[in-house]
């Protein structure tokens, strides 16, 4: 079972930028495909971004398409999310996680256990 420990979140102006970062354990990350979810305040958790288990094809949520940035590096089983032009309405609880293709992480959801997540709050 591959688990995760969210890191680099905080609190940033309207327009900025925050690079949150992902440390796995467990040798199941690299062979799956790995994503980031979101879960705001009396929201449900979605779909942010996820990434093949090589790289080389990535997802995004409509709502974050051109300001987010996902990568990986399988050699040190962590993973990255840069975001850019930071909006208050991307304030939620960030967690990572695995699935077993791009689309399923979209559709079905991922198949790993939850970390902690780490908050990021956007100020207008």
């Known amino acids: 079972q591959v688990q995760f420990v969210e890191s680099g979140g905080g609190l940033v102006q309207a327009g900025g930028s925050l690079r949150l970062s992902c440390a796995a354990s467990?040798?199941?990350?690299?062979?799956?495909?790995m994503g980031w979810f979101r879960q705001a305040p009396g929201k449900e958790r979605e779909f942010v971004a996820a990434?093949?288990?090589?790289?080389?094809?990535?997802l995004y949520a409509d709502s974050v398409k051109g300001r987010f940035t996902i990568s990986r590096d399988n050699a040190k089983n962590t993973g990255n999310l840069q975001m850019n032009s930071l909006k208050p309405e991307d304030t939620a609880v960030y967690y990572c996680?695995?699935?077993?293709?791009?689309?399923?992480?979209?559709?079905?959801?991922?198949?790993?256990?939850w970390g902690q997540g780490t908050q990021v709050t956007v100020s207008s």
């Open positions: 467990g040798r199941r990350f690299s062979s799956h495909a």
């Open positions: 996680n695995v699935g077993s293709s791009l689309r399923a992480m979209n559709s079905v959801g991922p198949i790993g256990s």
């Open positions: 990434i093949s288990w090589n790289g080389g094809s990535t």
